[in-house]
C-alpha cells in the first residue's frame, strides 16, 4: 500500500478514522478467574491481547525454578506468547525471538517504577501475555492487558498506566497506530501515569523529526487520557458487579 492512501486528502486514514482518533478499545477484567489472580482481555482495533498474573507469591510457594526473591520488592517475571495465527506473518516465533524479549524488557522497567514495591517483598509476580490477534500497538496492548490485569489481581499500583502508539505521515501525527501505518510510517510508543504528564514508557523504533517530536508526544498524552478512562471505567464496571454477588 503506498503512502499516499495511509491518509487521504479529505483527512481519512485507511481504516476511516481522523488523524486524532482511537481505534475502538474494549477491555475485560477477570476473565480467567480460576486460572490466575488476575487476567484481562483488552482489544484495540483488531489487535486482542489476554494478560494472566499470578502472584504475588512468597518463599514456599510454586515459584518457578531458581527464581531468587529480593529483600526490596518483588521478582516480576513476564513471559509473551505469540502464536503463528496471531498476525499476518504466520512464522513461528523462538522463545528466545529478540524483539519480544526487549519488549519484555522494556515493560518490566514500567511496572517495577509503577509497583508499589515495599508491599511486596521477597515475593514474585509472574505475568503472562497471549497475543490472540495483532494489527498494531503491540507494547501498547500489553501495557494496557498488564495494568488491567494487576488491579485485578490485587496488587497495589501507583496508578494507572496507559500506552498508545502515534506515528508521522509527513506533517500530520496520528494517534494509535494500525499495522498498515506502522509498516510504511515512523512511530513512538508512550505509556503514562493516570491522568498525569508523567511518561513512564517510551519505544521509539524509527527515526522522527525533532521539532515534531513534542506534537507527537502530546497527541499521545492525551490519547493515554483517553484511554485512562475507559479502562478506569471498565474496572468500576467489574467492580460494582463484584459487590453485588457479594
Known sequence: MSRLELYSPEGLRVDGRRWNELRRFECRINTHPNAADGSSYVQQGNSKVLCLVKGP????????????????????????NYPPFASNERKKRPKNDRRLQEISIILKRCFMKTIVLKNYSRTA????????????GLLACFCNAITLALIDAGISLYDYVS????????????????????????????????????????????????????????????????????????????????????
Open 163 to 246: 500506552a498508545v502508539s502515534v506515528g508521522l505521515y509527513d506533517q500530520t501525527p496520528l494517534l494509535d497506530m494500525n499495522a498498515l501505518e506502522e509498516n510504511d510510517l515512523s512511530f513512538i510508543t508512550i505509556g503514562v501515569v493516570g491522568d498525569s504528564d508523567k511518561i513512564n514508557l517510551t519505544l521509539c523504533e524509527d527515526k522522527l523529526p525533532l521539532d515534531k517530536l513534542e506534537r507527537l508526544i502530546s497527541l499521545g498524552i492525551e490519547g493515554c487520557h483517553r484511554l485512562k478512562e475507559l479502562m478506569d471505567l471498565q474496572v468500576r464496571v467489574a467492580g460494582g458487579q463484584l459487590q453485588e454477588r457479594q
Open 57 to 80: 507469591m512468597e518463599h514456599g510457594a510454586n515459584l518457578a525454578a531458581g527464581t531468587k526473591l529480593d529483600p526490596n520488592g518483588p521478582v516480576l517475571s513476564l513471559n509473551i
Open 125 to 136: 509476580i509472574d505475568i503472562n501475555l497471549t497475543v490472540l490477534a495483532m494489527d498494531g
